[in-house]
């Protein structure tokens, strides 16, 4: 299965659903530019840990102690980060994005490299932990967060964003840019031969869920350069969105990918999230009136009858005091400064008073099955 780079009609196509065994820097070079949606990056947090860390009860603490996460430097790991994001920028499509995520280790250096190399900062989202590792040695506030950045590839994208799938995530209320989910644990976390976790920075699906669901569409081809134990492709394979990943270690390679295969993808109508009521093609009431949907001449009421005003042969409604647009008289009758006239004026359908929205929402459906 592959998904041709729409910028280049003669760059080979892009694998999709595949999981690159490599370093990230080779394998990001070698694919299509322009041929990604999004991409979520987690990056080597550089912890620059010295000696070994044990618990109260004087064992160890199984921290990040892996090779590829040492650098020599500040310089080469800065070195390292504008070589990634250089490929990161050129692989998105224009309106592609990026998310990135790390610690107060690199995250500021992150920030920088990725405003140096063109990207438009959309938004920092702090991922409160709710069950975090303590803070041991009593030196120091307990780490309880990390720091995403979310950009787009330019201040000219037109990045995708779910605003009011965000809202029915969170239970109406408008998304904030400070997240609780709890570290990866229990059977979510993957284990290596050893009983031990595999993974020791495995990110929680629920992350990667938000994230998805904020910010791409069924179908789109996500790009993660760390795959590491394979959050990014299990949740894309779950909500039908594609994905393509690259991992050096053949351990989490192998992992990620039984872990895949053994994901069940969501149906489409399933998978599919509330669009964004902005993206919806326009539809003037003026069209409802001269379709002959509402009548000129026809009362609509307020719903708590309180109100009233009769439709005009133009679209414009007329009240006792006041006359103008579905929203202006709307606004006049109550006092108010502003309102919106589609869900605020009612007609009577089989007796029952329903917004005027109804039939927007008829028209709208038409045109999107022309």
């Known amino acids: 299965m592959s998904r041709t780079n729409w910028t280049d009609p003669h760059a080979p196509a892009l694998e999709l659903d595949v999981v690159h065994e490599g370093d990230c820097l080779e394998v990001m070079r070698s694919l299509p530019g322009g041929s990604v949606d999004m991409i979520f990056a987690d990056p080597p947090y550089n912890l620059q840990l010295r000696g070994t860390l044990h618990r109260p009860d004087n064992s160890l603490v199984d921290a990040v102690d892996d090779d590829w996460d040492r650098f020599g430097s500040f310089a080469d790991y800065d070195a390292f980060t504008r070589a990634w994001l250089g490929e990161a920028r050129r692989l998105l499509r224009p309106d592609g994005a990026i998310w990135t995520i790390g610690s107060y280790h690199n995250v500021f250096r992150l920030g920088t490299a990725m405003q140096d190399a063109g990207f438009w900062i959309l938004n920092d989202v702090i991922w409160r932990k709710s069950n975090p590792m303590p803070n041991f040695r009593?030196?120091?506030l307990t780490n309880?967060?990390?720091?995403?950045?979310?950009?787009a590839r330019s201040s000219q994208s037109r990045h995708v964003f779910n605003y009011e799938a965000t809202k029915e995530l969170n239970d109406g209320v408008q998304m904030?840019?400070?997240?609780?989910?709890?570290?990866?644990?229990?059977?979510e976390r993957l284990k290596g031969p050893d009983g031990a976790k595999l993974h020791p920075t495995q990110k929680p699906e629920a992350l990667l869920h938000r994230i998805f669901v904020a910010s791409t569409r069924p179908g789109d081809v996500v790009l993660d350069p760390f795959f590491g134990a394979g959050t990014t492709g299990a949740v894309a394979r779950r909500l039908g969105r594609r994905y393509v990943g690259i991992e050096r270690e053949?351990?989490?390679?192998?992992?990620?990918?039984?872990r895949i295969a053994a994901v069940r993808p969501l149906d489409a109508e399933v998978a599919a999230v509330t669009g964004s009521k902005r993206a919806e093609p326009r539809v003037a009431f003026g069209q409802v009136v001269e379709r002959g949907l509402l009548a000129p001449g026809e009362t609509l009421v307020s719903q708590n009858g309180r109100h009233s005003a009769r439709i005009r042969a133009d679209g414009t409604l007329v009240s006792a005091d006041s006359r103008g647009s579905i929203h202006q008289v709307?606004?006049?009758v109550q006092g108010?400064?502003?309102c919106n006239g589609w869900t605020f004026w009612h007609f009577r359908k089989d007796g029952v008073p329903v917004p005027i929205d109804y039939w927007r929402q008829q028209i709208r459906a038409e045109m999107s099955e022309g």
């Open 176 to 187: 904030r840019s400070d997240w609780v989910i709890p570290l990866c644990t229990g059977a």
């Open 336 to 338: 108010a400064p502003s």
């Open 330 to 332: 709307g606004a006049a």
């Open 138 to 140: 009593g030196k120091r």
């Open 250 to 258: 053949t351990a989490y390679v192998a992992a990620a990918r039984a």
């Open 144 to 151: 309880a967060h990390e720091t995403l950045i979310w950009a």
